[in-house]
């Protein structure tokens, strides 16, 4: 392209993984030839200063937010309802997609963690949505652990369901390694949740430790259990907690905010 237009700008999204560890020698050298890269987090901006050699000066944080669509199923009347499936009880709901080469997401010890918590809180679900080749690693896991009655797997949900499902849990978990941002988090905190997420990537520029939620170390199952039990056994300082996770997200990450700063970016691009 630069060939045809020696004048042309270009900016590229990072995002995560994908840029966490070295790219191949033209990838790199085409990120490092881009007039802006553009990060959702200060973690994933380093990673791409360390692992792509691409000057700090040309990289610009600018967080995701929510999308559009989502943000409109949170007014609709009437509500969206949750699928037939979906569990009574006191739930925690994980949402992501469950490949084996992503296990860093955790969802192993959100599954290895719940004996822990039945004994005092029998009627506690846990709800995975979302599919992939990870899936039938995670259903023997719950039969190993002797948990298959208390996790439900639902996948292919429309907006509106997983919409609905946000609304109808108690508390939001996904206690990841490498979340280059987390839109999962915002999705939850939009519906005033509490949210746990990994003290890792760029999670804890999403979730407020001890105001909006938890962060917890990746593969700490006692950790992961301690933070649930401290949301389940206080159910109002949940709710609090839910609630300023809302009042953020309004504040933060609305897409009419991300819009703004998107275009004063590009407008600074085309001016220089």
Same mark, same amino acid.
């Given at each position: 392209?630069?060939?045809?237009?020696?004048?042309?700008?270009? !900016?590229?999204?990072?995002?995560?993984?994908?840029?966490?560890?070295?790219l191949?020698?033209?990838?790199?050298?085409?990120?490092?030839?881009?007039?802006?890269?553009?990060?959702?987090?200060?973690?994933?901006?380093?990673?791409?200063? +360390?692992?792509?050699? !691409?000057?700090?000066?040309?990289?610009? !944080?600018?967080?995701?937010?929510?999308?559009?669509?989502?943000?409109?199923?949170?007014?609709?009347?009437?509500?969206?309802?949750?699928?037939?499936?979906?569990?009574?009880?006191?739930?925690?709901l994980?949402?992501?997609?469950?490949?084996?080469?992503?296990?860093?997401?955790?969802?192993?010890?959100?599954?290895?963690?719940?004996?822990?918590?039945?004994?005092?809180?029998?009627?506690?679900?846990?709800?995975?949505?979302?599919?992939?080749?990870?899936?039938?690693?995670?259903?023997?896991?719950?039969?190993?652990n002797?948990?298959?009655?208390?996790?439900?797997?639902?996948?292919?949900?429309?907006?509106?369901?997983?919409?609905?499902?946000?609304?109808?849990?108690?508390?939001?978990?996904?206690?990841?390694?490498?979340?280059?941002?987390?839109?999962?988090?915002?999705?939850?905190?939009?519906?005033?949740?509490?949210?746990?997420?990994?003290?890792?990537?760029?999670?804890? +520029? !999403?979730i407020?430790?001890?105001?909006?939620?938890?962060?917890?170390?990746h593969?700490?199952?006692?950790?992961?259990?301690t933070?649930?039990?401290?949301?389940?056994?206080?159910?109002?300082?949940?709710?609090?907690?839910?609630?300023?996770?809302?009042?953020?997200?309004?504040?933060?990450?609305?897409?009419?905010?991300?819009?703004?700063?998107?275009?004063?970016?590009l407008? +600074?691009?085309?001016?220089?």
């Open positions: 392209m630069r060939l045809v237009a020696r004048s042309l700008k270009t !900016v590229v999204c990072t995002h995560g993984i994908e840029v966490w560890e070295p191949s020698p033209i990838r790199r050298r085409a990120l490092r030839g881009a007039d802006l890269v553009l990060a959702p987090s200060r973690s994933t901006a380093e990673h791409v200063v +360390e692992q792509q050699g !691409v000057s700090a000066d040309k990289i610009k !944080v600018l967080p995701w937010a929510l999308d559009p669509q989502f943000e409109g199923l949170l007014t609709v009347q009437p509500q969206p309802v949750p699928p037939p499936n979906f569990p009574p009880g006191r739930v925690i994980t949402v992501g997609r469950w490949a084996e080469s992503e296990r860093y997401k955790g969802m192993d010890t959100l599954i290895t963690t719940l004996p822990r918590l039945l004994p005092r809180w029998p009627d506690l679900q846990l709800v995975i949505v979302g599919d992939g080749d990870d899936r039938p690693w995670l259903e023997h896991l719950t039969e190993r002797g948990v298959r009655r208390h996790v439900a797997f639902l996948a292919g949900l429309s907006h509106e369901a997983l919409s609905a499902c946000y609304a109808a849990c108690e508390i939001f978990a996904l206690p990841s390694a490498a979340e280059g941002f987390g839109l999962v988090y915002l999705e939850a905190m939009a519906r005033g949740k509490p949210v746990i997420g990994g003290a890792h990537g760029g999670a804890p +520029e !999403v407020e430790d001890g105001k909006t939620g938890y962060l917890v170390q593969g700490d199952a006692v950790q992961l259990a933070s649930i039990e401290a949301l389940l056994a206080h159910p109002e300082v949940a709710r609090e907690m839910g609630a300023r996770g809302k009042k953020r997200v309004e504040e933060e990450f609305r897409f009419n905010v991300f819009a703004k700063a998107l275009k004063k970016i407008r +600074e691009q085309c001016e220089s």
